[in-house]
C-alpha cells in the first residue's frame, strides 16, 4: 500500500511565523504535490515538484516555498504566516504526472492566529 | 482555471442514481475523479483520457466529451458508502497541471 504521511495533523502558529509542513511517501514516486483545501474552492495546487531539487509552482504559490532534497521528502514553508493562511493542506504523491493516479497524505489543519 | 462542478450538492435515497458534471473552459487531455469521506484523504476514482472513454468503479462510471470538454460521473444504484465529496480534476491539452474543481458534496440517505 502507497503511504503518504504528513508531519501533524493539527497545527496552531501566529502571525508572522516561519512554518514547516512535512511530506513523506513511501513509493518512490517521482512526483509530490502540495495543495491547500477551503471549502467551495476544492484543492488548489500550491507547487509541485517532479524530481529532487525540482520545483514548479502551481496555482497560487505566493507566500509559500517548498523543498525537496530527497525523493520520498517534500516540504511547504510558509516563511511569515499570515492569518489568511489558516487552511487544510494536502500532500500527494504519484509515479508519473499528470496521467496516473495521486496519492494523499491525511492533511494538516493550520490554524495562524 | 478551475473546471465547474454542478451541482454543488445532492441529496439522495439509498438505491437512486445521480450525476455529477465537471466542465472546462480549455480544451483536454484527461480528467480524474476523486472521492472524499468527511475527515479523510482524496481517494481515486478513475481517469478518462482523451478519446471519449467510458470507465467504471463498482457502480460508479463516468464519461469523458472531449469536444464538449465536459465530464460526467454517474452514481447507479447509490449505497450509504458513497456518501463524501467528489472531486474532478482536469488537465489541459497544452500543460502538465492538473486542476480540481470545487467539488460536490454528496449524502445518501438510507
Known amino acids: 500500500d502507497v503511504k503518504v504521511t504528513q508531519s501533524s495533523r493539527y497545527l496552531v502558529k501566529r502571525t508572522g511565523e516561519k512554518v514547516f509542513l512535512e511530506c513523506v511517501q513511501d513509493m518512490d514516486h517521482e512526483n509530490m504535490f502540495w495543495y491547500r483545501q477551503d471549502p467551495g474552492l476544492g484543492l488548489r495546487l500550491i507547487y509541485f515538484s517532479y524530481d529532487v531539487k525540482m520545483k514548479e509552482k502551481g496555482d497560487i504559490p505566493e507566500g509559500y516555498s517548498v523543498s525537496r532534497e530527497k525523493k520520498e521528502r517534500f516540504s511547504l514553508i510558509l516563511e511569515s504566516a499570515s492569518t489568511n493562511q489558516t487552511s487544510m493542506y494536502l500532500c500527494a504523491s504519484s509515479f508519473v504526472a499528470p496521467a496516473h493516479e495521486q496519492y494523499f497524505g491525511p492533511g494538516t489543519r493550520l490554524t495562524v492566529t | 482555471q478551475q473546471p465547474v462542478q454542478s451541482p454543488q450538492a445532492v441529496i439522495l435515497r439509498e438505491g437512486e442514481d445521480a450525476v455529477i458534471n465537471c466542465s472546462s473552459s480549455?480544451?483536454?487531455?484527461?480528467v480524474h475523479w476523486y472521492r472524499q469521506k468527511h475527515g479523510e484523504a482524496p481517494v481515486f476514482l478513475m481517469i478518462?483520457?482523451?478519446?471519449?472513454e467510458q470507465k467504471g468503479h463498482d457502480k460508479i462510471s463516468a464519461s469523458f466529451n472531449e469536444k464538449k470538454q465536459q465530464s460526467s460521473l454517474y452514481l447507479t444504484a447509490s449505497q450509504l458508502s458513497y456518501s463524501g465529496t467528489y472531486f474532478c480534476?482536469?488537465?489541459?491539452?497544452?500543460?502538465?497541471?492538473?486542476?480540481f474543481g470545487g467539488g460536490t458534496r454528496v449524502l445518501v440517505k438510507p
Open positions: 478518462l483520457l482523451k478519446g471519449g
Open positions: 480549455k480544451a483536454l487531455y484527461s
Open positions: 480534476g482536469t488537465v489541459p491539452a497544452a500543460g502538465n497541471k492538473l486542476t
